[in-house]
């Protein structure tokens, strides 16, 4: 029932811009942590930012200054904001987030369907 909808991903020179969503839907009481990670080919997948249910977050430390984790709780939602994209930074790129529905206490763990990040040079 829930599920997690990225957008936003693309094609784009390096210095650019882009700005990833995902929304989560379904029965949800709360969201936990909410993250973004990334994969390359061939490449072990790593976490590139994190963010609490206080807004507290940390960061791949060569993201660091250049990319920016947020959330809007009332929407369910968590963005990031890639700023000065380099080549290296191209992958797939997943949410997740730790999400506990009406009826049930439990924390459970889902994925996004990731979305392709291509930084030219």
């Known amino acids: 029932q829930v599920q997690l909808v990225e957008s936003g991903g693309g094609l784009v020179q390096a210095g650019g811009s882009l700005r990833l969503s995902c929304a989560a839907s379904?029965?949800?009481?709360?969201?936990?942590?909410m993250s973004w990670h990334r994969q390359a080919p061939g490449k072990e997948r790593e976490l590139v930012a994190v963010?609490?249910?206080?807004?507290?977050?940390d960061y791949l430390d060569s993201v660091k200054g250049r990319f920016t984790i947020s959330r809007d709780n009332a929407k369910n939602t968590v963005y990031l904001q890639m700023n000065s994209l380099k080549p290296e930074d191209t992958a797939v790129y997943y949410c997740?987030?730790?999400?506990?529905?009406?009826?049930?206490?439990?924390?459970?763990?889902?994925w996004g369907q990731g979305t392709q990040v291509t930084v030219s040079s």
């Open positions: 963010i609490d249910s206080s807004g507290g977050t």
């Open positions: 997740y987030a730790e999400v506990s529905p009406y009826t049930d206490y439990r924390v459970y763990d889902y």
């Open positions: 379904g029965s949800i009481f709360s969201i936990n942590v």
